[in-house]
């Protein structure tokens, strides 16, 4: 099983979590800058940690052969610290390098106008260097915020097919798939959502433009859950190639829209170590593991 992790956040984890992942099958990820808990208090915090997410965390995964990728943003929560917004004016040195393959994570935590007026200028930003988007939903009032994300993203004229919009369940499913963007699902040990009901959405929206990530941060998560997730999908009846899909070629699709993934194929060797750089979806030349 080949997977690829279209949202998880390394920053947080171990060595033996690479080392896990790697021997369960996940071979690429992206890493969206999100909030690490501790609030900071300036622009040079968030400058480090993009510097960490674009150098050091690419080394740490290349050690165990994981093609690391990364999107850039403030994310929502951030946005109402003063303190923290004018980090939006050093984006733009961020969104043209390599590995850098979406603008995220943004969107809504608490829907104020500070939250609004980033999440704008952030979709401004990703039309701007024409990147993929990665939007987080609240986890309080998902309902009304996902709809609000959507009527946001509609009117940026962000094509949505350049979007996905994270962390959905079985109450805003339908609204994302009718929209056009890619719908996120994060599977959590215990909240958000779990392997089976992952296969009953799958099973009634089809797996088109469907993304299915860990998630995995400082909280209680579980980097492994992609592969569970496939394990239990084959258990109730998806094909192979169904479960390759989801796991692989749709992220690679998604993330491809940038135009910088870099994937090794079935080599050994450190993922930055003489791969073949991909542009653009091309997933046919990964031979299955
Ligand atoms: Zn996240």
Same mark, same amino acid.
């Given at each position: 099983m080949r997977i690829f992790d279209? *949202?998880? *956040? %390394?920053?947080? #984890?171990?060595t033996d979590d690479y080392e896990r992942m790697a021997a369960a099958g996940v071979r690429a990820l992206v890493e969206p800058a999100f909030w690490l808990g501790q609030p900071r208090t300036g622009v040079g915090s968030f400058v480090d940690y993009f510097d960490a997410l674009i150098g050091w965390e690419r080394y740490r995964a290349g050690q165990f052969g994981i093609a690391h990728h990364c999107a850039i943003a403030l994310n929502p929560k951030e946005a109402n610290d003063p303190r923290c917004r004018p980090v939006l004016d050093v984006l733009p040195r961020y969104l043209g390098?390599? #590995?850098? +393959?979406a603008v995220g !994570? +943004?969107?809504? @935590?608490? %829907?104020?106008p500070e939250e609004d007026t980033a999440f704008a200028a952030q979709l401004r930003l990703a039309a701007e260097f024409e990147l993929p988007v990665l939007v987080h939903t609240p986890h309080r009032n998902k309902v009304e915020g996902t709809r609000r994300t959507l009527d946001v993203i509609r009117e940026s004229g +962000?094509?949505? !097919?350049? +979007?996905v919009v994270d962390h959905l369940n079985e109450l805003t499913v339908r609204m994302v798939a009718d929209s056009g963007c890619w719908m996120g699902f994060s599977i959590y040990p215990d909240t958000k959502m779990s392997e089976r009901r992952m296969a009953v959405i799958l099973r009634e *929206?089809?797996?088109?433009?469907m993304l299915v990530n860990s =998630? =995995? @941060?400082?909280?209680?998560?579980?980097?492994l859950k992609t592969r569970a997730t496939g394990l239990h999908l084959l258990s109730a009846g998806f094909g192979e190639d169904e479960v390759d899909r989801v796991l692989w070629r749709n992220p690679v699709d998604f993330y491809g829209q940038s135009g910088r993934l870099e994937l090794s194929g079935d080599?050994? !060797?450190? =993922?930055? =170590?003489g791969n073949s750089i991909l542009r653009?979806?091309? @997933?046919? !030349?990964i031979p299955a593991r």
């Open positions: 279209p *949202h998880i *956040h %390394m920053t947080s #984890r171990t390098k390599d #590995r850098v +393959v !994570e +943004v969107g809504y @935590d608490s %829907m104020t +962000v094509p949505p !097919e350049r +979007v *929206h089809g797996t088109a433009r =998630a =995995a @941060d400082w909280g209680r998560s579980d980097p080599s050994p !060797e450190p =993922a930055f =170590a653009g979806g091309v @997933d046919d !030349e």
